[in-house]
């Protein structure tokens, strides 16, 4: 089918059979008012566009098949969730995650985009508190992560941003803000660099073959590490 749409029916949204797919469609959308999936036992799918509301149970969502877009299915935008985490994976061989709406925790979980292949980001990624985890895992020139947008937590939460086999990406004039917790960006082999907040917390940079780079230019005097 094109388009599939799972409403609000009951309290939330389970797997009940284990690691077989629940949904083959091209979009999807996902409403609960408790939950979507869960930890360790994720809503298995293959689908195109997904775009999911997980309410205080979180999102837990995996693609196991061709490249996944956090988007726009109807009327749903992105994947949010009031409590609980949302992890959102791509295990299909070496394919593509792009978040092109806003993912939001408004709670203190945590948030997971994980890919088997690269990550971009073209829109915000936030946490109230929790980790918010980013990692590519192709190889090198299909395992990047560009950042086009904004990650941000607070208080104590963590920005863990890592390309296993390839470089990391901010785009010009792009934050990750966290206030006490820590920044890692890891890359296997380059990081262009824009700008890193933790100013009551630690920031490291590894570029493990490859350098680290200004991403805003040799003209631009604004601090990359804050």
Same mark, same amino acid.
């Given at each position: 089918?094109?388009?599939?749409?799972? @409403?609000?029916?009951? &309290?939330?949204?389970?797997?009940?059979?284990?690691?077989?797919?629940?949904? *083959? $469609?091209?979009?999807?959308?996902?409403? $609960?008012?408790?939950?979507?999936?869960?930890?360790?036992?994720?809503?298995?799918?293959?689908?195109?566009?997904?775009?999911?509301?997980?309410?205080?149970?979180?999102?837990?969502?995996?693609?196991?098949?061709?490249?996944?877009?956090?988007?726009?299915?109807?009327?749903?935008?992105?994947?949010?969730?009031?409590?609980?985490?949302?992890?959102?994976?791509?295990?299909?061989?070496?394919?593509?995650?792009?978040?092109?709406?806003?993912?939001?925790?408004?709670?203190?979980?945590?948030?997971?985009?994980?890919?088997?292949?690269?990550?971009?980001? %073209?829109?915000?990624?936030?946490?109230?508190?929790? %980790?918010?985890?980013?990692?590519?895992?192709?190889?090198?020139?299909?395992?990047?992560?560009?950042? &086009?947008?904004?990650?941000?937590?607070?208080?104590?939460?963590?920005? *863990?941003?890592?390309?296993? &086999?390839?470089?990391?990406?901010?785009?010009?004039?792009?934050?990750?803000?966290?206030?006490?917790?820590?920044?890692?960006?890891?890359?296997?082999?380059?990081?262009?660099?824009?700008?890193?907040?933790? @100013?009551?917390?630690?920031?490291?940079?590894?570029?493990?073959?490859?350098?680290?780079?200004?991403?805003?230019?040799?003209?631009?005097?604004?601090?990359?590490?804050?």
């Amino acid at each position: 089918e094109n388009d599939c749409t799972l @409403p609000r029916c009951g &309290n939330n949204i389970q797997d009940a059979n284990g690691a077989t797919n629940k949904v *083959d $469609a091209l979009n999807l959308a996902l409403m $609960a008012a408790t939950g979507i999936g869960s930890t360790g036992d994720a809503i298995d799918v293959t689908v195109t566009t997904v775009a999911a509301s997980g309410g205080t149970g979180g999102v837990y969502v995996t693609d196991t098949a061709g490249g996944l877009t956090v988007g726009t299915v109807g009327a749903l935008n992105g994947a949010t969730a009031t409590g609980g985490n949302i992890e959102i994976r791509n295990t299909g061989v070496d394919t593509a995650l792009t978040i092109a709406q806003a993912v939001s925790n408004s709670s203190a979980g945590d948030v997971t985009l994980q890919s088997s292949g690269s990550v971009t980001l %073209n829109a915000d990624v936030t946490s109230s508190g929790g %980790n918010i985890a980013v990692e590519a895992t192709g190889v090198a020139a299909t395992g990047f992560v560009n950042q &086009n947008n904004r990650i941000e937590t607070t208080g104590a939460g963590n920005i *863990d941003v890592e390309s296993q &086999n390839g470089a990391i990406d901010m785009s010009a004039n792009t934050t990750s803000e966290t206030i006490r917790g820590a920044i890692e960006y890891t890359a296997g082999t380059s990081v262009d660099l824009s700008r890193l907040e933790a @100013p009551l917390g630690f920031v490291g940079v590894d570029a493990n073959n490859g350098a680290v780079t200004d991403a805003d230019g040799a003209g631009d005097n604004r601090e990359n590490v804050f």
